[in-house]
């Protein structure tokens, strides 16, 4: 499905359901952005996953425990205990 929604800055370009079931959508920033390849994952599981135009990356398990990865790699790591 393709889409032209403005959202929070973003525009949403298409979005879809992959053969494991998680849902999935491609974000553009605009020409400015470091990064066009935005993206965010919504699983089954629970957990979801961004892909920032700065080249960040944010991953939660969805059981409490979150990864911040930033552009140049570093790790930030939280986790609220819940297994």
């Given at each position: 499905?393709s889409?032209?929604?403005q959202?929070?800055?973003y525009?949403?370009?298409?979005t879809g ?9 491609s ?5 400015s952005?470091?990064s066009?390849?935005?993206?965010h994952?919504?699983?089954k599981d629970?957990?979801?996953h ?11 398990d969805?059981k ?6 930033t552009p140049s790699g ?7 205990g819940q297994?």
């Open positions: 499905m889409s032209s929604s959202n929070n800055g525009t949403i370009k298409s359901t992959n053969s494991q079931g998680n849902h999935w959508c974000r553009e920033f605009g020409p952005a470091p066009q390849n935005n993206y994952y919504s699983n629970g957990s979801f961004y892909k920032n135009p700065d080249g960040s990356t944010y991953h939660n969805g409490g425990n979150s990864t911040y990865t570093y790790q930030v790591h939280k986790s609220d297994q």
